[in-house]
């Protein structure tokens, strides 16, 4: 009779406690997949290849469309894979593209990216709902960084929610 309540909340516990780490694993899954927001951070995670266990790639490195220098391969994060396939605009915070520069070539590591994330559902007219990175080098002495970055807006804005890329997962 005694022991039923004890056994009882001893199950009860222990479902708390694997609750618990479920939620704290898929909080920590979730934040990596989106790229951190300093760019120490985000240079350090980009070189160490975090998107690529959850992000959504193109097929392979392709010619660039323009700005972004010869070839390029693009990731999408779960968030806005998510909302491209629901057909969701604009996207979510925590949408995220992650954009390899093949700058020797399509068969030779990425030398440099480009990322942006947003920040906020709401993009505003300046673009200030989404962080924007780019390094040419791989490191970030001449980094382009900062939220609604005029160098960056001056083309995506023409984009869907800022995504001018054609692919889609
Ligand atoms: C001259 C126009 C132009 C400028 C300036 C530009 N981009 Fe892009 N960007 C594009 C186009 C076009 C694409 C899609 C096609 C491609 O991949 O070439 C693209 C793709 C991207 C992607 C992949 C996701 C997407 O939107 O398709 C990222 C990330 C990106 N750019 C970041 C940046 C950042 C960061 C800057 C500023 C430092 C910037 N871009 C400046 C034209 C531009």
């Not at 949408?95 to 030398?111: F, H, Q, S, T």
Request: aromatic content about 10%; charged content about 20%; hydrophobic content about 40%.
């Amino acid at each position: 009779m005694h022991a039923w309540p004890a056994r009882r909340h001893g199950r009860a516990s222990a479902a708390v406690i694997l609750l618990g780490t479920l939620m704290a694993s898929s909080a920590r899954a979730a934040s990596l997949a989106v790229p951190p927001q300093g760019k120490r951070a985000l240079l350090a995670w980009l070189k160490a290849g975090t998107y690529q266990t959850t992000f959504t790639p193109e097929p392979e490195p392709h010619a660039s469309m323009s700005a972004h220098g010869p070839y390029v391969r693009t990731w999408y994060s779960p968030m806005l894979t998510e909302d491209l396939r629901a057909g969701r605009i604009p996207f979510r915070k925590g949408a995220a593209m992650v954009k390899e520069l093949y700058l020797r070539g399509p068969d030779e590591p990425p030398v440099g990216y480009s990322v942006m994330r947003k920040l906020r559902s709401r993009s505003r007219l300046t673009g200030r709902g989404w962080l924007f990175y780019e390094t040419f080098d791989g490191t970030n002495d001449a980094v382009s960084f900062g939220r609604g970055l005029a160098v960056c807006t001056g083309c995506h804005r023409t984009g869907v929610d800022y995504l001018r890329s054609a692919f889609r997962p």
